[in-house]
């Protein structure tokens, strides 16, 4: 027999796969194996067997050494990964590498390793002398417990002496077994809630049960009642047999949809996301795939789970960004989501209360299904937007970051024991420092961006590179000494918002705050348990939180989303606004605050009248015009080199290459420089092309970044937006 073994080799070696013979009639596939590069040694993963091979047998070798007991692989996942390469222009290993936990990918050392703990599965009657009294306790206490019982803990309250005369004596059976490692052992299972569908729930049941689309888009306005009908269609899942995996977009809102699933199902869930310790995600990933848990609730990469009978994907909040990866291979969740379906013969669910553009327009032209759900699960009046005109305040002599009618709100709210929600989309104290005589701005040597100003270290600090700088004395140009923090940043709107209601208790929910493990989940849990009355955030807390005591939301400046630089910015902004003003009033009366330069943008009046449909048309007229998606398929190549120069020359070649090439509806823009133009010391461009039709491209774009990459010695890197609708 041969086997093709795709080998942990630098980067541009791992495309190709190697064979090797191997004497045994094992099925290997999806095994991790040792085996001979030249003169190394080295791990491979067996992802074919054959019983020829294409190369001289007599130059082919023996593999080594079989790694794994068990298949690290199934061949599903080979599959997806094959699948995931292709449709993301990435190597098979980098494919691989995304899919796996850390314990079973290439490379790795075996770190983790299962738990075992005892346990005592069976209590025999036994005589005790009247001494042996502690005996006796431990003994009575056991037969109390519903078995089994850890004798670590029965250690614990008994002593070891006392517990092992027992077991020596024969009154405990006692067995090893796998301990489970779980991120949410401390919330307990709490009492099933189930509410009767409405008519509205029962619709959109019935109707994505039966309809014959792979996909189906549940646009239902916030509070619609969309989770209990993600639990009623999952009830369907588990009457067949069939596992279901529910994505949401930020690990902070996992645990309470863990909570709410633990609580409807009175059974444990699977978790997946990127704060688990190693040990908790090897452990989640092999009750998934050992123990078949049917239900895995997860962020992006969860898409991936080893369930076995898939039978429904959810996506909530689809049209989140953080489905989309940002490295390669830059995939799209809701694209998996849908391959993984229609090989299980599944069904994809995409719910949202602002569908992605691409979704809907999917939807209107009939390649998804759509669902409609407009009412409210419960009686409520929709929370009022009030929309703020920054320069109006401006011009009235207020400098301060919040205008008059938020502070009023504000403090209205505190009055009343309320909660408050402040959305600011910056990091750091101040976003750069600049001097005040002849402007220069500080930044980052590697990067060639603003470098940002934390406060308390007295420091600056590089956002992409992670290079930390003290604050300069004088400026390093004119060697003026009015060189200072500029701009405005969460810290000091925290500082200006602490100063203003002295008596308030605040949290700052920032990637600062939260990078601790966990950290999430405490600022959240704080909130939650009123430790604060003001919670200020970047848009992490805007999605799908739900406070009870939360009445007031502002956001600070709506051009902090809407002015960056991506066609995609009004729809954010959109859905942004959408999202945190719904969080607001949600068990009281609310009201939101929206702080703007540009009050007649659309993106922000449709968002005021809660107008999706209206925001639609707007934006799908504007995408028309300029030429973009979900009116063309829009590919980026990237490219990471040594130099401008280099960047340049590379990307020009491959805008050459395609000189004739190219369909009339084809654009090919720049090579531009990126937005953060040098990362890690790299010149970072890219070229664009928007098209149609342009049959081949990613084939022949493959081709070329190996060509260059070999050639040149650079990183290049294919971007494929998947919003075409065609
Ligand atoms: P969405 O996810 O669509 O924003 P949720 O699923 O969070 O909405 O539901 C909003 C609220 O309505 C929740 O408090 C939920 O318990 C309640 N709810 C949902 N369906 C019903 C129902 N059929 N009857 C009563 N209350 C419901
Ligand atoms: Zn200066
Ligand atoms: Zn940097």
């Not at 789970?305 to 490295?327: R, T």
């Not at 650079?714 to 494929?720: G, H, K, S, T």
Request: proline share 4%.
């Amino acid at each position: 027999m041969y086997v093709q073994v795709i080998v942990d080799l630098p980067i541009q070696e791992k495309a190709q796969t190697y064979d090797y013979r191997y004497d045994g009639n094992q099925n290997l596939l999806g095994y991790r194996v040792s085996v001979r590069v030249g003169p190394q040694r080295r791990q491979g993963i067996i992802i074919g067997m054959s019983e020829t091979t294409q190369w001289d047998p007599q130059k082919i070798r023996t593999i080594e050494k079989i790694l794994d007991e068990q298949a690290v692989l199934s061949q599903e996942q080979i599959a997806l990964a094959f699948w995931l390469a292709q449709e993301t222009g990435s190597y098979f290993y980098q494919a691989l590498q995304t899919m796996l936990p850390n314990a079973k990918k290439l490379g790795k050392k075996q770190s983790v390793k299962e738990l075992k703990m005892r346990v005592i599965t069976q209590v025999s009657a036994i005589a005790l002398g009247a001494n042996a009294k502690k005996q006796q306790e431990a003994y009575d206490y056991v037969c109390d417990q519903s078995l089994p019982v850890s004798v670590t803990e029965l250690n614990h309250i008994f002593g070891n002496s006392a517990v092992n005369a027992l077991i020596q004596k024969g009154a405990f059976t006692v067995e090893e077994q796998t301990k489970w490692r779980n991120p949410y052992e401390q919330y307990e299972v709490l009492p099933l809630i189930r509410h009767e569908l409405n008519q509205q729930q029962t619709n959109a049941v019935t109707q994505i049960l039966t309809s014959n689309h792979e996909v189906e888009l549940l646009h239902g306005v916030t509070g619609s009642g969309k989770t209990e009908v993600f639990m009623t269609l999952i009830e369907h899942m588990l009457e067949q047999g069939k596992s279901t995996i529910v994505l949401v977009p930020e690990i902070a809102l996992t645990p309470q949809m863990v909570q709410r699933f633990k609580a409807r199902f009175q059974t444990d869930v699977a978790v997946l996301h990127s704060h688990l310790s190693e040990g908790e995600r090897f452990d989640q990933w092999r009750l998934i795939e050992q123990q078949n848990l049917p239900i895995v609730i997860g962020t992006r990469s969860a898409v991936f789970a080893p369930v076995k009978n898939l039978g429904l994907i959810i996506l909530d909040e689809e049209h989140d960004a953080s489905y989309k990866q940002q490295n390669q291979p830059m995939y799209h969740a809701r694209d998996v989501a849908i391959y993984r379906a229609q090989q299980h013969a599944g069904k994809v669910v995409l719910a949202s209360a602002t569908p992605a553009l691409e979704s809907y327009a999917r939807a209107q032209k009939q390649r998804y299904g759509l669902v409609e759900m407009t009412e409210k699960a419960v009686e409520k009046q929709i929370t009022p937007i009030e929309i703020v005109d920054l320069r109006e305040e401006f011009r009235q002599g207020n400098l301060t970051m919040l205008s008059r009618a938020l502070e009023t709100a504000i403090e209205e709210a505190l009055l009343k024991h309320e909660q408050v929600l402040l959305l600011f989309n910056r990091r750091g104290y101040a976003q750069f420092v600049k001097c005040r005589e002849c402007g220069y701005t500080v930044i980052c040597p590697n990067c060639d961006i603003s470098m940002t100003y934390h406060k308390f270290q007295h420091q600056l600090h590089c956002h992409y590179c992670d290079l930390q700088l003290p604050h300069p004395h004088e400026c390093p140009n004119c060697r003026s000494e009015y060189i200072r923090a500029f701009g405005s940043g969460i810290q000091k709107l925290e500082e200006y918002v602490q100063k203003r209601f002295p008596h308030a208790r605040t949290l700052r929910m920032d990637r600062d705050t939260t990078s601790r493990k966990g950290g999430h989940e405490q600022i959240i849990d704080a909130f939650a348990r009123r430790e604060a009355d003001i919670l200020i955030g970047t848009q992490m807390v805007a999605k799908g939180l739900d406070f009870e005591h939360l009445t007031v939301v502002g956001v600070v400046a709506a051009e902090q989303s809407l002015n960056f630089p991506d066609f995609r910015a009004g729809e954010r902004t959109f859905q942004l606004l959408m999202q945190v003003a719904g969080r607001s009033g949600r068990h009281k009366p609310g009201k939101t605050f929206i702080q703007t330069y540009n009050p007649e943008h659309y993106a922000i009046t449709t968002a005021q009248n809660h107008n999706y449909n209206q925001f639609y048309q707007e934006e799908m007229r504007l995408r028309k015009l300029g030429y973009y998606p979900p009116y063309c398929f829009l590919t980026v190549v990237h490219i990471y080199a040594n130099d401008d120069v280099q960047a340049r020359y590379v990307l020009e070649q491959i805008k050459r290459f395609f000189h004739d090439k190219i369909h009339p509806q084809t654009r090919i823009l720049g090579p531009t420089k990126a937005l953060i133009p040098k990362v890690d010391q790299k010149a970072h461009y890219y070229l664009v092309f928007k098209y149609r039709e342009q049959a081949g491209l990613h084939e022949q774009l493959t081709e070329l970044k190996k060509h260059w990459q070999k050639q040149q010695n650079c990183q290049l890197r294919i971007e494929i937006d998947p919003g075409f609708i065609g």
